[in-house]
């Protein structure tokens, strides 16, 4: 067993800068991470971060254009802190030694990204979460923090309704220990796994926000998942925005410029809601390509400044899809790409259970509403994560080390010892590829009753035949077969709240557009939901959007 004041699981953007700000506030922190920081999703992070850094943009106009993409579901006092700390927190990083770009007089480059009135997307060509997470790595290492690499959080231990430590699982010797602190941040990053078509990693299975559910916390507007307009055809690798800032442009298989049709006024900066929709509905109604993709064009910004601005959609454009992209259009299609809803938090990273906080793309401080910007969910990292880290820190100072955890940690061991010993007749990838089939089709882009009903039912089925589940292999060390046994018992969960939360909300808003209830409805919606853990029910109760400045109105672009 260990013992810290305050546990960070998740070595990511989110994660490593919560733990350096536990430790700048005097706490004995260490760090849970299925994976080394380094291969955090965050890496995979291309276009930029936003600050309103620029002559005449100001922190007012970046709240109001998040607020707005947010389809006004956004919590407005959370947007304002994010927004008026993005310019320090970008400037920080680039004083840590984040590699920006930058133009020939020294000054930071930016560009625009999708709903944003003004260019405030800070990058360093492409690669900006590569560049970022390297900075928070050589912080972790800087400030002597531990990190346990490849160790997997299981269970959240909660005694006497207070934090009292984790279960987590190592990957490296298959064995089970139990962590005890006074406070916990959870950082475990995105769940897009559970959808056919997903920017997301393998190992982005929602672990935190299950294990979160399941320890008493709430996740908030779960139904919300955005769609990015452009993945790969195929691989669905993200073509970042960055392509369409930089002067790319969709056309489709007619060579129509078809965002003329859907946004006159900002074409392919839309935001991604709207774009997404607008790739779908050119598919559903017959002018995309028939295998469903349309192009991206980026021939006439030239080979020169796609290699210096865009290295990596070059790269990725010619070893997945054989397309030069100085030369050919990129075929592209959307894909599932983030979570807006996550553990519900306050201002301070603070969940329902006493110490226990969350930050970065699981939680829901509700920065993003029922639509996220683009380049505002590194900087929700950055800067929630150091609120969250500092809050915890404060939190372990003022509390005892809560006794407990001897049930948890048998409780998992005797789970994992029924699922190695298993001989049911159900494999994992088969159930995982199902729910994957399912999600899309039914709960994706395009959302309606019945399919969703049928949904809820299929992935209820799913979990009944979970039980049936047999791990292939037998092995102890680095048995991958037992963790991703884990991993599909957590987006099982989670694919359940998405599903019911989204056939329980009857109107279209941001990324939740059902073609049976097309219109936002303000008078009835104008809510977030939250979904509990009741015993083997989920049950989903709804709270206030908290609005300071911004009326809710009509969002056109
Ligand atoms: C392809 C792509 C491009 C993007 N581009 C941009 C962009 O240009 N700008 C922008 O603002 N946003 C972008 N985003 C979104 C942004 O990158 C993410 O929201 C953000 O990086 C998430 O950071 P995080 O720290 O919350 O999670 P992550 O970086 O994913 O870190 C999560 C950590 O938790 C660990 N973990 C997971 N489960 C467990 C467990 N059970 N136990 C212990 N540890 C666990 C993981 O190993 C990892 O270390 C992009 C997203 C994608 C997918």
Redesign the pocket.
């Known amino acids: 067993m260990n013992r810290y004041d305050v546990l960070v ?7 490593a800068m919560a733990a350096r700000a536990a430790a700048a506030a005097g706490a004995d922190v260490a760090v ?4 080394h ?1 380094l291969r ?3 890496v ?6 936003n600050a309103a850094l620029a002559e005449g943009d100001s922190w007012e106009g970046h709240a109001f254009d998040t607020i707005k993409g947010s389809d006004y579901l956004a919590d407005q006092d959370s947007v304002e802190i994010v927004c008026r700390e993005a310019a320090a927190a970008v400037v920080e990083m680039d004083h840590l030694g984040t590699p920006f770009s930058r133009d020939e007089t020294g000054k930071l480059f930016n560009r625009p990204f999708g709903g944003h009135g003004l260019p405030r997307a800070y990058f360093a060509g492409d690669r ?2 590569l560049s970022l997470m390297q900075t928070a790595w050589e912080q972790l290492v800087k400030k002597d923090i531990t990190v346990y690499n490849e ?3 299981t269970s959240i231990i909660v005694e006497e309704g207070r934090f009292a430590g984790i279960i ?1 699982y190592n990957v490296a010797d298959g064995t089970l220990d139990e962590f005890q602190a006074k406070a916990l941040v959870i ?4 769940g897009g796994q559970m959808y056919g078509k997903t ?2 990693a393998v ?2 299975t929602g ?2 926000l299950a294990m979160a559910l399941r320890a008493g916390c709430a996740l908030k507007d779960m139904e919300f998942v955005q769609f990015h307009p452009t993945s790969l055809h195929g691989p669905n690798i ?1 073509i ?1 925005e960055a392509a369409r800032g930089e002067g790319g442009i969709m056309k489709n298989a007619k060579g129509e410029r078809f965002m003329e049709r859907y946004s006159p006024k900002m074409l392919d900066m839309a935001p991604r809601d709207i774009v997404s929709r607008a790739i779908q509905t050119e598919a559903n109604e017959g002018r995309a390509y028939p295998e469903g993709y349309v192009d991206l064009d980026l021939t006439h910004l030239g080979a020169a400044k796609i290699k210096e601005r865009l290295p990596e959609v070059h790269e990725f454009a010619v070893n997945f899809a054989g397309v030069d992209p100085a030369e050919k259009p990129i075929p592209i299609e959307p894909a599932q ?2 979570i807006m809803g996550g553990i519900a938090t306050d201002n301070a990273g603070a969940t329902a259970v006493p110490g226990i906080y969350a930050a ?3 939680a829901c401080v509700s920065l993003h509403g029922a639509n996220r910007l ?6 929700e ?1 950055i800067v929630f994560g150091r609120l969250a880290g500092t809050a915890a820190a404060d939190f372990a100072q003022k509390h005892a080390q809560v006794a407990g955890g001897a049930a948890s940690l048998a409780a998992d061991d005797r789970k994992i010892d029924g699922l190695m010993a298993s001989e049911g007749k159900e494999g994992t990838e088969r159930i995982r590829q199902e729910l994957k089939k399912v999600m899309w089709e039914k709960v994706g882009i395009y959302r309606n009753e019945p399919d969703m009903a049928l949904a809820v039912g299929a992935v209820n089925d799913l979990e009944r035949r979970y039980a049936n589940v047999r791990v292939g292999a037998k092995n102890k060390r680095f048995n991958y077969a037992l963790l991703e046994a884990l991993e599909l018992k957590n987006l099982l969960d989670l694919a359940e709240v998405i599903a019911k939360g989204a056939l329980i909300r009857r109107e279209s808003r941001g990324a939740h557009a059902r073609t049976d209830f097309p219109k936002r409805d303000d008078a009835n919606w104008l809510t977030h939901s939250l979904a509990w853990q009741r015993g083997s029910r989920i049950e989903i109760t709804y709270e206030p959007v908290r609005i300071t400045n911004w009326e809710p109105k009509e969002r056109t672009y």
Do not use: F, M, Q
């Open positions: 699981l998740g070595g990511g953007l989110a994660g849970v991470s299925k994976l920081p955090s999703h965050t995979a992070a291309a276009g930029g971060i900006t979460g160790w997997a959080g987590a950082c475990t990053g995105p920017t997301n190992t982005c672990d935190g993200l970042t790409h983030y970065g793309e699981c683009g380049g505002n969910a590194l900087l990292c």
